[in-house]
């Protein structure tokens, strides 16, 4: 989640000046940029123009001063000068990435050294694992979502990486860092949806469906074939968990060129998919799947849609969009496809690729009886943040 650093043009200052941006990624009104270190009120100054004339380092500490910013854009922005004993300027300007990247291009540009934003409560000394997933609790999707990153910035991972550290120095641990990986796509899942995409052949009710599946009515249905043609996403939760759903053109060889493009886009989206819906029509029992086989071998629901008009075959999931039948038995199958085993409160899980990665190399070492490999690659995890 951490931001990649900006390389400074001028050595950075000796005892170092940290520039980091305290709101969230995205679009929001006003973004707060955070210096602080020795050489705050400096960088600042060489950055900010007073609409008052008088630099911050003629203000007292506790001074909000409106300016503007030196650049070609002239931002206007607001300067809060904070901190005794400790220097710390907060730079408030528009919420655009652009201008976030301008402001801290141009302090970076000054000697500061961009962080990622420290939340006000980490605890001194708390592992690098711990701090990413209070970073990762900015961008949880959910409410469910925010629990479950809750509990690793409380210091659930941090605790079952220590307990696996102690196992791996007693030669065990294999069992404890696999359960602990098998949980690290639900963890970045938490902060970027699952992507599920409905499709099957032209009129089955793909649309139908996924209005169904939403609760409201987003994506025009209609009786003839091959009507949807562009991709249509939106964002759902399933039993709390984050999910974008996509809608697609009917798949089948179309002559008119709009809704051939509209099948190409269809067949990008089943590459992207974590989990395909193959929706079939239980009026056309015999009909085989529309799915493609260049399709990923990835998660596969077949979905028997229209059960109203006929039975669907004994066992399957079947649903009725125009009823609403079988609509909640789809929603909680997603689910259990998705998060097979819903960790428990309290459970500990990686929370991003690179702690995914660490972990994956730490059970590689563990599984070839490199211990002393395996119990680095989970240190390195453990070490406080901010140390690299
Ligand atoms: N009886 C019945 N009709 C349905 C059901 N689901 C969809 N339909 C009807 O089937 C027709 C096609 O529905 P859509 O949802 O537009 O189908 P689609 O798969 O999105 O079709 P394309 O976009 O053309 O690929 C419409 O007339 C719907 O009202 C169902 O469960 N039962
Ligand atoms: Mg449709």
Redesign the pocket.
Known sequence: MSEKPVVSGKPAMSAQTAVSVQTAEGRGAVAVVQVTGPGAVDAVDACFLAASGRPLAQQPPGAIRFGRWRDASGEEVVVVRRGSPDPAVEVHCHGGAAAVRAVVRDLVAQGCVQQPARPEHAPPGAAAVTLDAQLALRHALTERAVGVLLDQAEGALERALREIADSLSAGGGVDQLRQLLDRAELGQRLTSPWRVVLA??????????INALLGYSR??????????RDVLTAAAAIEGWPVSLS?T??LRAADDPTEAAGVELARQMLQQADLILD?RDAAQPDAPSAIPADAPATRRLVVW?????APAPAGSLS?????GQGVDDLLAAIARSLVPHPPEPGAALPVTAAHAEQLARALAAAQRGDYAAALQAVQALLAPAGSD
């Open positions: 099957g052949a032209p009129n089955v009710g793909k649309s139908s469906l994506a025009i249905v209609f009786d003839q074939p091959g009507t949807t809608d053109a009917g929706i849609n229209k059960q109203d008009l649903t009725s969009a125009a009823t």
